[in-house]
C-alpha cells in the first residue's frame, strides 16, 4: 500500500468514527423529546460544518495516541481517540461557523458558509454553540469515569478562551473595511498566531493524546536535576511549531501559485495581518512604507500587483527561507532535548509535526 492509500485508509476509518459519534449525538438528541424538524435541523448542521476539511487536526489525536503507546490501538482504544479527534473537529467547526459570520465570508470549502444557506441565516448563531456543546456530551458520555475527565474539560474549555482571545485581536487590528497598518506588527501578529491558531490546532490535539494515553502531569528522569512536566514541554515545542505553521501559510498565500494552493491569495486585498505585510513594515524604507499605507487592503486588482511588487523588492522570499532555516533548527534542537523513557514523550510526536510542515508547498 502507497503512502498516498495509507493517508486514504487512515482517513476513511476516521470518518467512519464520524458516523457514529454523529448517530450517537443525534440520538441523544431525539430522546430529549425534540421536534422530527429540529433533529433534521441539527443532522445537517452536523454534517455540513464539522468533516470536509483536512482533518489534520483530529487526525493527530489518533496518530499521536499510537506513537505514544508504541503500537496500533485496538477498536475501543481506536474510537475512545477518534472521539476527541472529533471533539477537535467540532471545535474547529464552531469557529469556522461563527468566524464566517463575522467575516461575511462567502465560501467555506467549496461551498457556502452555512448562515449563507437558505433559510439558516442568523439561527447559525446557535448551530454553531450545538457544536460547540456537542464536545461535552461526548467527553460526558464516554471519558466521566476517567480520572482525567477533568483535564479533558478544562483543556477544552482553556483553549477555547485562548482561541477567541486571538479571534479578538485580530478583529479589531485588521478589519477588511477599515485599514490602518499603524496597527500591525510582527509582535502583534504573533499574539494573534499564538491565541487564535497555534493553541487549538497543535497544543490541543496533542495535549488530549497525551491525556488518554496516560501521559502524568510531572515524571522522573534518571540523571535529570528536577521531574520532567510534558505538557510544558509538549507547549514549548508545539506553539513555536504552530505559529512557524501559520507563517508559512502566510508566505504561501503571497508566494504560492493557485495550482499549489488550491486557491488565489487574498490576504493583501482582505487587508490580513499577516506575517508577510509585517515584515514588510519593518524592513521598508518611509517611501516604501507610503507605498504599502496607500495601496494593501484594497479590492483593487492594480493596488495588489503594486504590493507584491514591493514584497520582491524587499525580497521577503529570502527573509522567509532564513526564517524557516532557523526556526526549524531550533525546533529540531528541542525535540532532540526530550529524553525518552518508558509512559512519557516521545520525540517522534514532535517530529511527525514537524515533518508534515517542513517545505511544505499547500
Same mark, same amino acid.
Given at each position: ?5 495509507? %493517508? +486514504?485508509?487512515?482517513? +476513511? ?16 438528541? +431525539? ?13 445537517? =448542521?452536523? =454534517? ?17 495516541? *499510537?506513537?505514544?503507546?508504541? !503500537?496500533?490501538?485496538?477498536? +475501543? ?15 474547529? #467547526? ?45 467527553? %460526558? ?6 480520572? /482525567? ?11 477555547? /478562551? ?37 493553541? /487549538? ?69 482582505? =487587508? %490580513? ?13 518611509? #517611501? ?24 520582491? *523588492? ?9 526564517? *524557516? ?32 510542515? /517542513?517545505? !511544505?508547498?499547500?
Amino acid at each position: 500500500m502507497s503512502s498516498a492509500e495509507t %493517508k +486514504a485508509a487512515r482517513r +476513511a476509518k476516521f470518518e467512519g468514527a464520524f458516523e457514529k459519534i454523529r448517530d450517537e449525538l443525534i440520538e441523544h438528541f +431525539a430522546g430529549e423529546g425534540m421536534p422530527a424538524e429540529a433533529i433534521e435541523w441539527y443532522r445537517n =448542521n452536523l =454534517n455540513y460544518n464539522v468533516p470536509g476539511g483536512k482533518l489534520n487536526r483530529g487526525m493527530s489525536v489518533v496518530d499521536t495516541v *499510537e506513537i505514544l503507546k508504541g !503500537r496500533a490501538l485496538d477498536e +475501543a482504544e481506536y474510537f475512545r481517540a477518534a472521539v476527541l479527534g472529533w471533539g477537535v473537529e467540532l471545535l474547529q #467547526a464552531y469557529f469556522l461557523v461563527a468566524d464566517d459570520m463575522m467575516d461575511a465570508s462567502i465560501t467555506r470549502r467549496g461551498q457556502p458558509c452555512w448562515y449563507r444557506v437558505p433559510e439558516i441565516g442568523l439561527i447559525a448563531i446557535n448551530d454553531s454553540f450545538m457544536l460547540e456543546a456537542a464536545i461535552y456530551r461526548l467527553l %460526558k458520555v464516554h471519558f466521566r469515569r476517567e480520572a /482525567y475527565y477533568a483535564d479533558l474539560l478544562d483543556v477544552f474549555h482553556e483553549t477555547t /478562551y485562548q482561541t477567541e482571545m486571538g479571534q479578538l485581536v485580530d478583529l479589531i487590528t485588521a478589519p477588511e473595511d477599515k485599514v490602518d497598518l499603524s496597527k500591525f506588527s510582527l509582535e502583534r501578529h504573533r499574539t494573534i498566531v499564538i491565541y487564535k491558531t497555534a493553541y /487549538y490546532s497543535f497544543y490541543l490535539p496533542v495535549a488530549c493524546a497525551m491525556l488518554v494515553a496516560g501521559i502524568p502531569e510531572t515524571y522522573a528522569v534518571p540523571g535529570a536535576p528536577a521531574p520532567v512536566r510534558p505538557y510544558e514541554v509538549a507547549r514549548d515545542i508545539l506553539l513555536p511549531l504552530g505559529e512557524y505553521f501559520q507563517i508559512q501559510d502566510d508566505f504561501l498565500d503571497f508566494a504560492g501559485t493557485p495550482a499549489q494552493i488550491g486557491k488565489i491569495g487574498t490576504d493583501i486585498v482582505d =487587508n %490580513k495581518c499577516s506575517w508577510v505585510v509585517n515584515t514588510a513594515i519593518r524592513l521598508a524604507s518611509p #517611501a516604501q512604507r507610503a507605498v504599502l499605507d496607500a495601496n494593501y487592503g484594497r479590492k483593487d486588482a492594480a493596488k495588489e500587483a503594486v504590493v507584491k511588487a514591493l514584497f520582491e *523588492e524587499l525580497d521577503i522570499r529570502a527573509v522567509y527561507a532564513a526564517y *524557516e532555516e532557523r526556526i526549524v533548527g531550533e525546533l529540531n534542537t528541542k525535540i532532540e532535548e526530550i529524553v525518552e523513557v518508558d509512559g512519557g514523550l516521545k520525540r517522534e510526536v514532535f517530529r511527525s509535526f514537524l515533518g508534515k510542515i /517542513y517545505k !511544505r508547498s499547500k
